[in-house]
């Protein structure tokens, strides 16, 4: 009986060891993020034409890829800055600082953005 007793408090311990772990690890990749994001909004009005947004990127060698997503009525242009691991229902994250522009090629948004597939 105390064997017993004894295993669900060890077992209960690493359960809630491994939650606040992951909480942390989280708080801090959420952090390094934001970390990231801060340089292009400081720089980079919104409103400005997606060329100046180009430009400044190239002159920063950070290279971004084009692409719409559905229901978006401009293009948004990536820059991958992180991946986040999987879990047991998840592959591997992908995460991008996004550069949302309007159907007339102006800055609208930047923002981070994840992608990725869980079952």
């Known amino acids: 009986m105390r064997k017993g ?4 408090v060890i077992a209960f311990v690493l359960v809630i060891s ?5 909480k942390h690890a989280l708080a801090r990749r959420e952090s390094s993020y934001r970390a990231a994001l ?4 400081r720089d980079l009005a919104v ?4 060329e100046q947004v180009i430009t400044y990127l190239r002159s920063h060698d950070a290279m971004c890829l084009t692409v719409r997503h559905g ?6 242009c990536e820059i991958k800055i ?4 999987g879990g047991i229902f998840c592959e591997p994250w ?10 007339v090629d102006k800055l609208r948004e ?4 994840r992608s990725g597939t869980c079952l």
Not at 71 to 76: C, K, L
């Open 47 to 50: 409103g400005i034409d997606r």
């Open 71 to 76: 229901g978006r009525e401009g293009d948004s």
């Open 110 to 113: 930047i923002h981070i953005r």
């Open 18 to 22: 491994w939650f606040g772990y992951s």
């Open 94 to 103: 992908d995460v991008y600082v996004a550069f949302e522009f309007t159907s």
């Open 38 to 41: 801060v340089p292009y909004q």
């Open 82 to 85: 992180a991946e986040e691991p």
């Open 5 to 8: 007793i004894a295993f669900a």
